[in-house]
């Protein structure tokens, strides 16, 4: 953490410490790596790719100096893929792939992503074109990958797509949910760009329920798709939730990814509750707005916990401690109504639960007191229960129901993708996965609309 | 997007993109496989009277880690029948019409066996006919392939025989094992070919295994000299259709091969003169797949250059390739270090000192740091040290302000010769 402590002047955390970590890869580096990848034919990191992206072919294509064609053939597989290059767990698909690793060592394939997508970003490369007007309508609610991801693929085909953003700013997760230091806000919006410029209109500070109305959307379009995703942390549930310095990781990502930097942090003590990806960020975030010592805590273990491997490494790296098998009970304050203490209780693992991960179980009498100034919750997320409801959708703890083959929700005219049909256990919920469903979906839309729209034309 | 169709001597093909004759056209599948890859065209594997081949048959050059650099092979011409081979190309050209189909040849050099072949073969409908009189190996040893190439006489008959029957553009395909392609290529032009291609294979060994002391190729222990191909050759080859483009009495469009691996070798190839081009070792190392990149890259390239049409490129910069005589030697350009680019390798200096004219000083600066610096004075701009740089950007080579006016060994002769008339 020390090297961090010159970027805070008088108490002030600077933006500095908020810019993407990671250096982009030079011509040379990326040369280099590129020639290194043996262009395997049937490459296993296509197969590895929820998005299916040829990759071999877009390596290639750098290799070349073919740039615009490498980002081209990125972009076209994944309408995020700017994004993806950067936050996607490579080791665990495309480089975690890679034949070379039984060789001598992978292909970096997330940082030539990203060399050819920033390429394409300086240099304003007009990827894409929108399809022929076929007068069929689209409304899709939520612009986060999912959102994106179908409506680019929409307006390929030749729909016409609105999007329907509750927030002032379009991207959703990539835009607000991922720290700045790993995913700078300009990528998600060049991304959302690369949609808009297809003819896609996007309509900001639009709430369901509020502006505009499910069944105004299911009459005036064609289809709707629900691409809304996932909302707040939840409730400890635990007593002493209401005291001073209790922070909601989503919360601070988005902060800090608008440029508002709490300054409560500066010297303090901070315990992370959770260790998902959520939890590394607000951890992380934590140190980079000065904390002095960050705890992430965790009734399971090191096994158990869902960050990748790369967020557990850079969180260590960063002079994050772990406490595993610990579980807050209850939180103290001052007489200012401040947290300043967390009582915690050791937990141990039993028997095997329905989603495969171990029960955590309390130690009887294990309880202890640990001094915090703030604690920061990452416990999962809540659903936007309200907005399914209210499309009178069914479903499950507010996970969509879908047929898995069409995405369709139990309403004929409604699509779901995305984090709004993530379940416990089923799939995955990365960035990388949205954009996969957010292509398919928009293809059973055509599927439904295909034969229509081609004897219009 | 940039109109990347070519006319190559009345050919109409949708890109400059042919499969040279050679293992991929082997058989009406592997020409179909390339076409529904998207290749604009495929010169046929070889016909005449059938062969017997060996094996092992190919070796390549490997260079520091990069495979293929140079490949090279001893595989004959079609070894399957000739009416297999006709059977397969009437198919192939049925099911893909807007695609090239050049038949390859080679007999002996008399007139009936060319009337005979030429005949035959034009009865199942192909796009033109290349004439192989470049294969330097086996072949060779029977009167044909190089053995032809290698006489201008026996080019100019050999072409002659193949248009009295063509009725379909001939393009005659030259050895490089040949002091002057001029003499080859002209020869061509004399006996009415409506192109030429070059180059085709060089003489080559790839090596000697150290442990056997066998030749890498070898047929149970002994080996022969095979047709040398891949990135390496491109230079030889490039230098060759340059030399053909600019010789006005050859004068008939040229298909460009030789180690053509990527859209950036295709456009120097077709600024050099060439009106299309062939592949074969890059296909051969990654599959017909690499036409995507070679076609899209290409398209990208005129695209950003504000070039509608590859055919506005073909020849751009034969005028600027001539002799030696004619380069101005008043020209100066000398070699500058960027010391904060440099990675202090000391590779340029070590190459200028020991090898070439000892210009580059190593020295300190005044805060300790190790410099290189360009005695500029002493450097004849030979670009020994930016070759030898490995980072991009630390060595320019800059043309300094000429103190006198463009004077070529060719003018200072002749005004010496006038100082003497005088």
Redesign the interface.
């Known amino acids: 953490m020390s090297d961090l402590l010159k970027n805070f002047i008088s108490g002030e955390v600077l933006t500095a410490n908020f810019e993407e970590t990671k250096p982009s890869f030079n011509?040379?580096e990326a040369l280099d790596e590129a020639?290194r990848c043996l262009?395997c034919?049937d490459a296993p990191c296509i197969t590895a790719c929820p998005t299916g992206i040829d990759i071999p072919?877009f390596i290639?294509?750098i290799a070349?100096?073919?740039l615009?064609?490498s980002a081209?053939t990125i972009m076209d597989s994944n309408p995020v893929g700017a994004s993806c290059a950067r936050v996607c767990p490579t080791e665990e698909l495309c480089e975690g792939a890679c034949v070379l690793n039984d060789a001598t060592k992978p292909i970096p394939i997330g940082d030539l992503q990203r060399f050819a997508t920033d390429w394409a970003i300086k240099n304003e490369a007009v990827l894409f074109q929108a399809g022929k007007k076929n007068g069929k309508t689209v409304a899709v609610v939520g612009s986060g990958p999912a959102g994106l991801s179908t409506a680019r693929e929409l307006a390929r085909l030749g729909y016409t797509v609105t999007i329907f953003e509750a927030k002032r700013e379009a991207g959703g997760l990539d835009t607000f949910g991922i720290v700045p230091f790993r995913l700078p806000k300009d990528i998600s919006f060049w991304e959302v760009e690369q949609v808009r410029n297809l003819g896609v209109e996007i309509r900001t500070n639009t709430e369901i329920g509020k502006d505009i109305f499910p069944a105004d959307l299911i009459d005036q379009y064609d289809a709707v798709v629900l691409a809304v995703g996932m909302s707040k942390v939840p409730m400890l549930g635990i007593e002493g939730e209401e005291l001073e310095g209790n922070f909601d990781a989503i919360d601070l990502v988005e902060k800090s990814k608008n440029g508002n930097y709490p300054e409560d942090f500066i010297g303090k003590r901070v315990a992370v509750i959770g260790a998902g990806n959520t939890a590394i960020d607000g951890a992380t975030t934590s140190v980079r707005l000065g904390a002095d010592n960050v705890k992430i805590l965790y009734r399971r273990t090191e096994a158990e916990m869902t960050a990748y491997d790369f967020e557990y490494e850079f969180a260590k790296q960063e002079g994050v401690e772990f406490r595993w098998l610990t579980n807050p009970k209850r939180l103290i304050g001052d007489e200012n109504g401040h947290v300043t203490q967390m009582e915690c209780v050791q937990m141990e693992l039993q028997e095997t639960e329905k989603d495969g991960r171990p029960r955590p179980v309390e130690i009887e009498g294990s309880e202890f007191l640990m001094d915090i100034d703030i604690v920061v919750k990452a416990i999962g997320q809540t659903r936007h229960q309200g907005i399914i409801e209210a499309f009178g959708l069914e479903h499950s703890g507010g996970v969509v129901k879908v047929d898995p083959e069409t995405f369709i929700t139990s309403h004929p005219k409604v699509y779901a993708a995305g984090d709004v049909i993530f379940g416990k256990g089923i799939g995955e919920a990365m960035v990388v996965t949205a954009a996969q469903q957010g292509k398919d979906t928009a293809l059973a839309v055509h599927e439904r609309f295909k034969q229509s729209v081609t004897e219009r034309s | 997007m940039a109109d990347i169709s070519i006319d190559f001597a009345g050919i109409k093909s949708p890109n400059p993109y042919w499969l040279a004759s050679a293992p991929p056209t082997n058989t009406g599948y592997q020409v179909q496989r390339a076409f529904e890859a998207g290749w604009g065209g495929a010169v046929w594997k070889t016909l005449g009277e059938p062969i017997l081949n060996v094996t092992s048959r190919f070796g390549a050059s490997h260079f520091n880690g990069q495979r293929v650099a140079g490949f090279n092979n001893i595989e004959l011409i079609s070894d399957r029948p000739l009416e297999e081979n006709l059977k397969e190309i009437y198919e192939t050209k049925k099911l893909y019409p807007d695609r090239v189909i050049i038949a390859s040849l080679m007999v002996e050099p008399e007139r009936e066996k060319w009337h005979e072949i030429v005949k035959r073969v034009q009865d199942v409908g192909v796009d033109g006919f290349e004439l192989n009189l470049g294969c330097p190996h086996g072949m060779s040893e029977r009167g044909m392939g190089a053995a032809v190439g290698q006489h201008p006489d026996l080019v100019e008959r050999t072409t002659m025989y193949a248009k009295e029957a063509a009725e379909v553009p001939v393009i005659t395909k030259l050895t490089p094992n040949i002091t002057d392609i001029t003499a080859t290529a002209k020869a061509a032009a004399r006996g009415g070919a409506d192109a030429i291609s070059l180059i085709n294979t060089i003489n080559s060994l790839i090596g000697v295994d150290l442990d056997t002391w066998n030749t890498v190729p070898n047929v149970n222990g002994k080996g022969a000299h095979g047709g040398y191909c891949g990135p390496a050759v491109k230079p030889i080859a490039l230098n060759m259709v340059g030399e053909c483009a600019r010789n006005p009495e050859v004068n008939i469009p040229i298909s460009g091969i030789g180690g053509i691996s990527t859209w950036q070798d295709t456009v120097e190839f077709m600024l050099m003169g060439a009106g299309g081009v062939q592949v074969c070792t890059a296909a051969m190392h990654h599959g017909f797949r690499i036409i995507e990149d070679l076609t899209e890259g290409l398209e990208n390239y005129l695209d950003e250059k504000g070039i509608d049409a590859l055919s506005d490129i073909i020849g751009k910069s034969v005028e600027k390739y001539t002799d030696w005589s004619n380069l101005d030697l008043n020209h100066k350009v000398v070699a500058r270090i960027n010391n904060d680019v440099c990675i202090n390798c000391n590779k340029c200096h070590i190459a200028c000192e020991d090898t070439s004219h000892q210009c580059i000083d190593m020295l300190t600066d005044k805060d300790g740091n190790a410099i290189l610096r360009v005695r500029e004075e002493d450097c004849v701009g030979c670009n020994l040290c930016s070759i030898v740089c490995p980072v991009e950007g630390a060595i320019d080579m800059i043309d300094l302000t000429p103190t006198e006016p463009p004077m070529s060994w060719n003018d200072r002769q002749a005004a010496i010769h006038m100082l003497e008339k005088r």
């Open positions: 011509s040379q020639n262009y034919y072919g290639k294509k070349s100096g073919n615009k064609g081209t």
